[in-house]
T-cell receptor
Framework: AQKITQTQPGMFVQEKEAVTLDCTYD???????LFWYKQPSSGEMIFLIY??????QNATEGRYSLNFQKARKSANLVISASQLGDSAMYFC????????????FGQGTILTVHP | GAGVSQSPSNKVTEKGKDVELRCDPI?????LYWYRQSLGQGLEFLIY????????KSGLPSDRFSAERTGGSVSTLTIQRTQQEDSAVYLC???????????FGPGTRLLVL
């Protein structure tokens, strides 16, 4: 079984500042993939970034980076230079590498970017 | 290219009626998933189709829920005898790309009165 925990129900950040959204996970699978999605008020889930458990380097995609600490089972999302359009719900998710079944999601963190 | 599309975008129905929700996956994606998101909650897995294999129905909450995928492409999620607790956003995803990422559609917002 897999479990994702996002302990921050809501986060606030000033425009142009960096923010870290926390995600911890638990799994018995030896290999797994970690994902972050953004869900604006429109409701669509937008894929942001992926990290494989076997990857040696932390993933980066533009202003998004994933701070992956395998021993601590954490996969925090870092957003640099926050923009007003970053205000949204953010979900951390995972699945085993060996199967392409369902994603297990956390409860999400609402990010509000202030001007 | 076109992303995952879902229809209708909104559906209001009366308790006890049947509803059908449609999902059009990204062209070429062989895997398709349905999830449900209740207000302010995370996503709950419902069902997963992979090619011609038997679907993984382990997330369906009751036998009122069913889904089919015709021709390996379009999928329909059917909820029979809807209940008020079925009110939620129903999200469809298809999987592809180098990282086998799930890409989501815009969802169908279902309200059961």
């Amino acid at each position: 079984a897999q479990k994702i925990t996002q302990t921050q129900p809501g986060m606030f950040v000033q425009e142009k500042e960096a923010v870290t959204l926390d995600c911890t996970y638990d799994t018995s699978d030896p290999s797994y993939g970690l994902f972050w999605y953004k869900q604006p008020s429109s409701g669509e889930m937008i894929f942001l970034i992926y990290q494989g458990s076997y990857d040696q380097q932390n993933a980066t995609e533009g202003r998004y980076s994933l701070n992956f600490q395998k021993a601590r089972k954490s996969a925090n999302l870092v957003i640099s230079a926050s923009q007003l359009g970053d205000s949204a719900m953010y979900f951390c998710a995972m699945r085993p590498i060996t199967s392409y079944g369902k994603l297990t999601f956390g409860q999400g963190t609402i990010l509000t970017v202030h001007p | 290219g076109a992303g995952v599309s879902q229809s209708p975008s909104n559906k209001v129905t009366e308790k006890g009626k049947d509803v059908e929700l449609r999902c059009d996956p990204i062209s070429g994606h062989t895997a398709l998933y349905w999830y449900r998101q209740s207000l302010g909650q995370g996503l709950e897995f419902l069902i997963y189709f992979q090619g011609n294999s038997a679907p993984d129905k382990s997330g369906l909450p009751s036998d009122r829920f069913s889904a089919e995928r015709t021709g390996g492409s379009v999928s329909t999620l059917t909820i029979q005898r809807t209940q008020q607790e079925d009110s939620a956003v129903y999200l469809c995803a298809s999987r592809g790309g180098a990282q086998e990422t799930q890409y989501f559609g815009p969802g169908t917002r279902l309200l059961v009165l």
